[in-house]
Structure formats: structure tokens, C-alpha cells
């Protein structure tokens, strides 16, 4: 990829480079048992390239029957332009966020840089650059071909999609730098890692759990909130389609005074953050390296002035597992992304009874689906199990305080929905926790069972690796939660539901895979 192209070394150009040919690393495919892959495989290639092509013939058979856009853009249009390019802005500060940490925190390589002859200016510009083309590359492959097939149509106003875009991009990743710098100065560097990671994720869920909060509250608050944001759009009103808050959105359909001052406020927002902060940058830097020494050398400490354990030996190896998973800061944003989705369930909970057997059966999904996840990550990518297996401890011990310390947060989560609901019904209420602690203990016995050890990175891409653990994982949880749903509505067949919930981990006992624990 980089072959053609020879750039002195020490310049800006060698080094933004640099920062693009690491993002597009990054894109690499890892898998447990093989080297870890360089940019993305054939088959990502090939993949996103068919959906470019897919979402070239789509863009043209919309635009073909859209008339072209004129100077007088209408309201509907606008209004709907400057919707998306909200969604937009959350996507791409939820992506920022988490390239801001990796760039500060995670990719090791800024002490290296800052003892070289290059400017912390240009060092932390060049990274800002690498973070913003992180961000902007992903919307453009979803966008582009909306401008492209425009200006083959002759519908030049759509190109106006390429300098809102990357002027949304360098607006988000300086204010995601901006963030992670003002967390570092007011809650250090360790915690900047987690709580930067978490934000991200929130972030990026935040548009999804608003439109299910707006969905689930009851008529007459909806009907409130419709009758206060329906004049703000009214002509006169705050956002009316001649407010100044809707230049986004002309600048994505193509208005040339809107694409000018939205990109002028694109590019002062990176200057402006490069210039004015690239010192705090080299302070943060070494507060984080200063921090990781000292606490290498508080830990050596600790372990050499420690006599020994003040707590039971379950209690210590459920605290171990809880403060490793506490210690993973992008592993904690990974899981807290199931973890939002349960809130809109909780609000379909208290809302009412009509539709809740499907709340009650989604409340036991994720819950099993947490359980997955949680146990796969403390038996699957367990950092030290020829250890464990070698301590004078029965392995039963160890495997069954895994278990506690996997279930034992999403039950204390669970529980308000549960209690409520065995307020209001106490059978129904008995059933679906009944159901909820059996789909948790089977998607955790199905992962115990055959899951294969892994390391924490491969999080994500688990279910390629292990898809025989992942499908019987499916199975159970979806036969738990169709044991509340059918239970409710056609209690007769109930059976059926059963019978799958208790084959999964049937099978996956009968297969198991021998571990070292």
C-alpha cells in the first residue's frame, strides 16, 4: 500500500502517512492460534467493495426519481438532512473518543516520538489528523456513493456530502482530544482509559436509547414533547428551517456559503486545538508514563510487603476476576454496549402490561447474552490457567467462583425489573427470574463447557472462532426466553421452548471440551 509513495522522513506528509497506514492496520482480522493479520483480509476487501458497488445502484435509482436540489431547499428535506447529520455527529464522537484514547494511551509510541527532532506541534497535529481520518474514512464509504452517482446525474449539490463530512470529522475528533486531555487533568490517566472508552460507548448508543426512551413513555408525556419541540420548527421559532443551526445540513446538500463556513469551523477547531493544547498533550504523555512506572513499582511493593490473603479464597478469586475485567477498559465498553440496550426493556417493564411478555422475554435474552460474554471472558481468556491448575486447590473451587463472579452483577442489574415485577404478579414475577438465573447458568455452562482459551482481544470476534459454543449459546437463550413468551401467551406449547433451553447445555456437556482448570 505503501510502495508508491516515498515521503522524506521527518516531514508532515511521512508522518500522517504513517497515522493513515495504522488506521488501516487496525482493520486487521486477528484469530486465536494465527499471527495477527495487517490490514483487512481478501474477504473484507471484497465485502466492502460489493456493498460500494450495492449502495452505487441503490444511490441511483433513489436519486433518479428525487428531483434536483435548487437554492430553496425544502424544510422537510432540511429538517430531515439535519436529523441525520445529529446521528452523524454521535456516531462519529463515540468513535473519536475511543481513537483519542488508543492514540494517547494504547498505541505506546508518543514517548519515542516526542524524544525525536519533530515538534510536539506537529506530533500531536499529525495525530489529530490520524484520528479525524479515522473517523471521517467509514462515513464516506456509507456516503459517498450518494455524491458520486449525484454528479454523474448532474446533481452537483450532492458533493456538497464530502466537505460537510470532513468538516464534521475534524469538528468531533477535537472535541473528543479536547475530552480525553480535560479527563486526563481531572481524573488521570488510568482513569481517563476507562471512563474515555465508557463515554465512547454511550455515545454512541445515545441515539437508539432516546428514540426507545421517546417510544415507551407514556401517550400523554409523548404528546407534551411533541406539543413544546413542534413550535421550535414553526416559521420564527428557534429552528425553523432559516436557523443557523441547520448549516449542516446545507452544507451536506450543497449550499456553497454553508459548505464555506462549515469547513472554515472544521478547520479552526483543529487548529485551534492543535495549537493550544499540544503542551498539555506532552504533559499528559508523561503523566502516563510516570503513573505506569510508579505503579509498577507500588505493586512490587505491595506483593513483597503482603503476608497473605485477608479474605476467603472464593472472595478473592471473585474480586480477582472483577478488578481484571475493571482493569480493561475497552473490554468494559464492549460489554456495556449489551448493557444499554437492556435500559429501554426496564422502561417497557414499568410501562405496562400489554407488551410485556415481549419485555419480559427480551429481559431474559440479554441476560443470558451478558452471562455469555462475562464468562467467556474470565474461563475463556484467562491470562494464567496452567497456574491455576497447578494451585493446591480443587478445580471445582475455582470453576464455581468463576461462575459467581460472571452472574452475580447482571443478577444485581436484573434485579429491580424482577422485584417490581413480582410485586405487581408474584407467580409472573417468580417465573421470569426463575428463567433469568437458568438462561444466565446455561449460557454460562455452554461457554465453560466449549469454549476454547482465547485472549481478551478477541472479544469481538469470538463467535467466528467458536461458532459451535455461540450456536448452542443462541439456542439456550433463545429457548429461555421463548419459555417466558410462549409460558404467557400459549402456555400449552411450552414444551417447546423447553425442550430447546435444556438441549443446548445438554449438548454442550455431552461435547465438551476438556480445560485447564
Not at 20 to 36: N, T, V
Not at 106 to 129: H, K, M, N, Q, Y
Not at 261 to 266: A, D, K, P, R
Amino acid at each position: 500500500m505503501a510502495r508508491g509513495l516515498n515521503f522524506q522522513p521527518g516531514t508532515v506528509a511521512w508522518l500522517l502517512w504513517h497515522e493513515i497506514r495504522l488506521a488501516f492496520y487496525d482493520m486487521g482480522e486477528s484469530r486465536p492460534g494465527r499471527a495477527a493479520a495487517r490490514g483487512m483480509s481478501v474477504f473484507g476487501i471484497c465485502l466492502i467493495a460489493l456493498v460500494a458497488v450495492l449502495a452505487h445502484v441503490g444511490a441511483w435509482f433513489l436519486l433518479r426519481k428525487m428531483p434536483p436540489l435548487g437554492q430553496d431547499i425544502p424544510p422537510q428535506i432540511l429538517i430531515a438532512a439535519g436529523l441525520l447529520m445529529i446521528v452523524i455527529f454521535s456516531m462519529m464522537l463515540s468513535l473519536g473518543l475511543t481513537r483519542s484514547v488508543r492514540a494517547l494511551f494504547e498505541r505506546g509510541d508518543l514517548d519515542l516520538l516526542l524524544s525525536s527532532p519533530l515538534s510536539s506541534l506537529t506530533i500531536f497535529g499529525v495525530r489529530l489528523a490520524g484520528v479525524t481520518f479515522g473517523v471521517v474514512v467509514w462515513f464516506l464509504v456509507l456516503l459517498a456513493p450518494v455524491a458520486n452517482v449525484g454528479a454523474v446525474l448532474g446533481q452537483w449539490a450532492w458533493l456538497g456530502i464530502y466537505p460537510s463530512i470532513l468538516g464534521m470529522a475534524m469538528i468531533t475528533a477535537s472535541l473528543s482530544m479536547l475530552l480525553t486531555l480535560g479527563l486526563v487533568k481531572t481524573i488521570g490517566v488510568r482513569r481517563t482509559r476507562t471512563v474515555g472508552q465508557i463515554l465512547g460507548a454511550l455515545t454512541g448508543a445515545s441515539i437508539f436509547i432516546l428514540s426507545q426512551l421517546l417510544g415507551n413513555v407514556r401517550k400523554e408525556i409523548r404528546q407534551d414533547v411533541e406539543a413544546y419541540l413542534t413550535p421550535l420548527f414553526q416559521p420564527g421559532g428557534l429552528l425553523d428551517a432559516q436557523s443557523p443551526l441547520w448549516t449542516p445540513a446545507r452544507a451536506m446538500l450543497g449550499s456553497l456559503p454553508a459548505i464555506l463556513v462549515f469547513s472554515l469551523i472544521g478547520l479552526a477547531s483543529f487548529w485551534l486545538t492543535a495549537r493550544f493544547t499540544h503542551q498539555f498533550f506532552v504533559r499528559g504523555v508523561q503523566q502516563s508514563v510516570g503513573n505506569q512506572r510508579k505503579s509498577l513499582r507500588a505493586g512490587t511493593a505491595s506483593k513483597a510487603g503482603q503476608a497473605g490473603f485477608g479474605r476467603s479464597l472464593r472472595m478473592t478469586i471473585i474480586q480477582k476476576e472483577w478488578r481484571l475485567i475493571a482493569r480493561d477498559p475497552q473490554l468494559i465498553s464492549q460489554v456495556l454496549l449489551q448493557l444499554l440496550y437492556i435500559t429501554p426493556l426496564f422502561l417497557v417493564v414499568f410501562k405496562g402490561k400489554s407488551i410485556l411478555p415481549g419485555a419480559a422475554s427480551g429481559m431474559v435474552f440479554l441476560a443470558a447474552s451478558l452471562a455469555g460474554s462475562l464468562i467467556w471472558v474470565i474461563v475463556s481468556a484467562e491470562d494464567a490457567p496452567d497456574l491455576l491448575r497447578a494451585a493446591p486447590v480443587k478445580p471445582l473451587t475455582i470453576v464455581s467462583s468463576k461462575l459467581i463472579a460472571a452472574l452475580l452483577p447482571i443478577m444485581l442489574l436484573m434485579s429491580p425489573a424482577l422485584i417490581w415485577l413480582s410485586v405487581q404478579k408474584v407467580l409472573l414475577g417468580l417465573g421470569v427470574t426463575l428463567c433469568v438465573m437458568l438462561a444466565m447458568l446455561s449460557s454460562a455452562l455452554v461457554n465453560l463447557w466449549q469454549s476454547k482459551p482465547a485472549p481478551r482481544a478477541q472479544f469481538n470476534r469470538r463467535g467466528h472462532a467458536q461458532w459451535i459454543a455461540g450456536l448452542l449459546e443462541a439456542l439456550s437463550s433463545f429457548g429461555w426466553a421463548g419459555c417466558v413468551y410462549v409460558g404467557m401467551q400459549f402456555p400449552n406449547w411450552l414444551w417447546v421452548p423447553l425442550c430447546a433451553a435444556l438441549l443446548a447445555p445438554a449438548l454442550a456437556w455431552f461435547f465438551r471440551i476438556e480445560r485447564n482448570l
